[in-house]
């Protein structure tokens, strides 16, 4: 397997601080740390390589590009955090000899408030850049509101009915205090999108998807949402759904038996850490509030004193220092953990709704073989009909089984990069916070080495 | 992780080799050796509050009631550990040390009294209970008990009381003889102490500088206190509910097959953090009480100052009869009529006193007039023998204040140290265990 360089940013790299890099384990490339997951997985059996029948080759690599994509993309923020243009990050690539195998890559910034007679609406950014042979330009900027995302989103799940899309950010709920138009309900909002987008971009099928290209590259999307399936067809399908629903699916595979109960659990899981870290983010903002009222209290009774006032003011500086401290911790836990937990509660109900729509494909089968079986047919041409529409949908239910498939393994592998990820960054963050607190106490012990007299004249 | 942490570690090792005790044994440490056997008594003898016990009886109104008792051990000073207890090894209440601390006040009114640990428990935060039989407050109230006796037996003039001396050695019979003492008469009431307050003229300036340093003291500490329970509350939110961290990532580790390891053991170092929130804060409570010592120590400070103001007001008292009864004598000698009188005008209306009267008046007005001129030497005698005296009270006190705060200061930043310590390994244990997920 010839693998190259895979894109990076450089400024990630701290990420990768836990993994030792073989250099001489992938290849010519020069050691990157992602680098080794890459290879990693690719030895490990990837199911959707066997049975990924409808997969290119170049979609292979893709696939298994994936996890450190999802590192890379996850951590969107943070590449405009540091400022890296992808630009740098293919130019850094290429000294380092290699081809990015990622072609497509987004980015969504500049949210604006943009203001109409009906309403206002935040708009936003949304940059393309690409070396696909089947866009015109290798550079796209549009402008996107969040419904438009949502009609993305749609259009690739009526695409690819049982593959695992990634998660837009829930649409606005009055949640206490958050305004619609805050800047911090608009960041997060932010992040997500850009998370949704970069998943989409890396993942093999949907990448392809003609409905992506046209929301990256068209700049007015109104016309081109007013086109679809027709009402009427939509009608129809719904019908159908409910109509099987009411049945439900009868011989339902073992292995996507054990799915369901996998996303039933994960999405009980993901639920609880969602809400704890939620509890944690409100139980440490309070004790920021009161940490912020202490300290002070030092420095006012430093100054009814002489001798002692030394002392007071030092440890409310640490008390100070400390509470900064505690505000990026913080910042890291609402940025980094909390954002990525909540996103995974939201695939939790994606990995249902695909299980879900492969029953009802197979579900739609039984019912068309059920009634070829009853033979309560007259004529001979319906018998054939119904033969074909038979066979018809089993090629349906298989080719939905094998996507939903490969694509399970495919998410399966992102998750829990993903999840590590943000869990050992966090578990870094707060190491990182109870060391620095640790230096302002202990400069302030040192401090109070010298005894005061000798400090007098 | 690798940060240089381990030199300073060394040096703090060095500076203050408490940081490995445990609290109570650290502030034992403190004050034993604080106390540097200034005082003869404290050559003689060491002093424990050994132990507290729970008792039941019958109270004044006849009703029955529950309270806590405290084992007062005397021994040897510096003697081996079998050294035999010296006096009665008397069980003591707190109202016992109450009675001994007013005995003290009233009898000793230019020292700064060492306060007794508070009554009932304030600025506690929620967890910590604020009952008095609580085995958590029992077990502080009785080193605060222990302190109180080793500070008085440490004081030059409050080490050679005898009733001091008796409420140590004496089970029975002590509460009689600090009555018959009779220091509920000396006693300066409430009222008389709260008019001279208000009416006094010329306080000293240190006086007052002193009170005014009192009141803002309290209030600095105080408001302190409470602030610090709240945040002592928050941060044990915060802790605590890392506890469901662990309970979760144990539940999911059973559905994941490649994660289950990482996060079964994650989660075990989730609840080490949780727990270990309890010990912090125990900790940080010993901090708390040396605070409140002085926080409660303001008023005995500002008792010191009612006394000079007292004193003051009853020299100004009586320098004022002085001057009014010369004033008497020169009218009554000179005949002058300054300020009109009820004499002056009935002497004018029926006639002047005859000589042998007014003789005899000022005879006896000569006599007073020598009594107040006795009285306002003694009084100004007096004056100044407090000043003197409280004020050399009032400055070692402040040198103790600021050299023991100081180190409660210190032993507040060497508890923050460790709390992060421990939060360093907690953290760096989970990253290892999520980097194998």
């Known amino acids: ?457 | 992780m690798n940060r240089t942490m381990a030199d300073s570690d060394s040096e703090e090792a060095a500076v203050l080799d408490n940081t490995d005790l445990t609290s109570p044994e650290s502030e034992n440490n403190m004050i034993n050796t604080m106390v540097e056997r200034e005082t003869a008594l404290l050559k003689k003898i060491d002093i424990n509050v050994a132990e507290s016990e729970k008792r039941s009886g019958k109270n004044t109104v006849n009703m029955q009631e529950t309270y806590t008792v405290y084992l007062i051990e005397i021994r040897p000073a510096n003697a081996a550990e079998g050294g035999l207890p010296v006096g009665d090894s008397p069980w003591r209440r707190y109202s016992e040390f109450e009675l001994l601390r007013t005995y003290l006040l009233v009898t000793y009114p230019f020292v700064v009294i060492p306060p007794l640990p508070e009554k009932r428990a304030e600025f506690v935060w929620h967890k910590l209970s604020a009952d008095n039989l609580d085995p958590d407050f029992v077990e502080r109230r009785r080193l605060g008990l222990e302190n109180f006796l080793i500070r008085v037996a440490s004081h030059s003039v409050l080490s050679k009381d005898k009733i001091f001396y008796q409420f140590l050695t004496e089970e029975k019979g002590w509460r009689e003889a600090v009555l018959e003492t009779g220091f509920q008469d000396k006693a300066d009431s409430r009222l008389k102490s709260l008019s001279a307050t208000l009416r006094v003229k010329n306080p000293d300036k240190s006086f007052t500088d002193l009170k005014q340093y009192s009141d803002e003291l309290n209030s600095a500490i105080s408001h302190l206190l409470r602030v610090r329970a709240k945040v002592a509350d928050r941060m044990y939110g915060v802790y605590k509910v890392h506890g469901n961290y662990g309970r979760i990532f144990s539940e999911w580790s059973a559905i994941e097959k490649e994660m289950g390891d990482g996060l079964q053991s994650a989660g075990h170092h989730m609840d080490t953090h949780s727990a270990s929130v309890d010990d912090i804060l125990e900790e940080e409570e010993h901090y708390a009480d040396q605070l409140k010592e002085y926080l409660f120590y303001t008023d005995a400070l500002r008792s010191v100052c009612r006394k000079h103001e007292l004193i003051q007001y009853e020299l100004e008292m009586a320098v004022l009869d002085l001057a009014s009864k010369k004033q008497q004598r020169e009218e009554l000698t000179t005949g002058a009529v300054r300020v009109f009188s009820l004499k002056g005008m009935s002497s004018k209306l029926f006639g002047q006193e005859s000589p042998e009267q007014r003789e005899s008046r000022l005879a006896a007005l000569q006599q007073s007039i020598q009594a107040s001129e006795d009285a306002v030497l003694d009084k100004n005698q007096e004056c100044r023998e407090f000043m003197r005296m409280s004020w050399e009270e009032v400055k070692r006190f402040k040198e103790q204040k600021d050299r023991e705060l100081r180190e409660a200061l210190i032993s507040y930043a060497i508890m923050q140290i460790s709390m992060c310590k421990k939060g360093i390994q907690v953290w760096s244990n989970a990253k290892e265990c999520f980097n194998k997920m």
């Open chain 1, 1 to 457: 397997m010839l693998f190259t360089g895979i894109s990076l940013f450089s400024g990630l790299s701290f990420l990768c601080g836990p993994f030792h890099c073989g250099p001489s384990l992938c290849g010519p490339s020069p050691c990157s740390c992602l680098f080794l997951i890459a290879c990693s997985l690719s030895s490990c059996q990837n199911p959707s390589l066997a049975v990924g029948s409808s997969v290119s080759s170049s979609v292979v690599q893709g696939s298994l590009v994936h996890s450190p994509g999802a590192l890379v993309r996850s951590s969107g923020s943070m590449v405009n955090q540091y400022g890296l243009e992808e630009e740098e990050e293919e130019e850094e690539e290429e000294a380092r000899g290699g081809v990015p195998t990622r072609d497509l890559f987004v980015t969504v910034d500049h949210p604006e408030s943009h203001v109409t007679a009906i309403e206002t609406f935040i708009v936003y950014r949304v940059l393309a850049r690409t070396t696909r042979g089947d866009f015109d330009s290798s550079e796209y900027e549009v402008h996107r509101r969040y419904q438009d995302f949502l009609w993305l989103r749609g259009k690739l799940e009526e695409g690819h009915p049982t593959l695992i899309i990634h998660p837009l950010p829930e649409k606005f709920v009055m949640k206490g205090l958050v305004e619609r138009f805050s800047e911090d309900f608009i960041e997060t909002r932010r992040r997500a999108l850009q998370t949704f987008l970069s998943k989409t971009a890396e993942h093999p099928m949907l990448s392809r998807s003609p409905q992506l290209k046209v929301f990256l590259t068209e700049q007015d999307l109104t016309a081109i949402k007013k086109q679809g399936p027709s009402f009427l067809s939509r009608m129809g399908d719904s019908v159908r759904a409910a109509a099987i629903a009411v049945r439900g699916v009868r011989a339902r595979p073992q292995e996507f038996g054990a799915m369901q109960d996998y996303a039933d659990e994960f999405s009980c899981k993901m639920s609880a850490l969602d809400k704890v870290t939620q509890r944690i983010i409100k139980e440490q903002n309070e004790y920021l509030e009161e940490l912020s009222q202490y300290g002070p209290l030092y420095s006012q009774w430093a100054e009814l004193e002489a001798d002692l006032s030394e002392p007071l003011r030092g440890v409310a500086g640490c008390l100070d220092l400390c509470g900064r401290e505690t505000e990026e911790q913080l910042r890291h836990l609402t940025e980094v953990l909390q954002p990525t937990l909540h996103q995974y509660l939201l695939c939790a109900d994606t990995l249902k709704t695909v299980l879900r729509r492969r029953d009802h494909i197979q579900a739609e089968f039984e019912a068309k073989n059920d009634a070829l079986a009853s033979s309560a047919v007259s004529k001979k041409g319906d018998l054939e009909t119904l033969k074909e529409e038979a066979a018809g949908l089993e090629e349906r239910v298989e080719s939905a089984n094998s996507a939903l498939k490969g694509d399970w393994a495919r998410w399966g592998d992102a998750m829990r990069y993903d999840l590590r990820e943000a869990l050992v960054s966090t578990a870094d963050k707060n190491q990182d916070y109870y060391e620095k607190c640790l230096a302002v106490w202990e400069t302030f012990l040192l401090s109070q080495k010298t005894p005061p007299g000798q400090e007098e004249d």
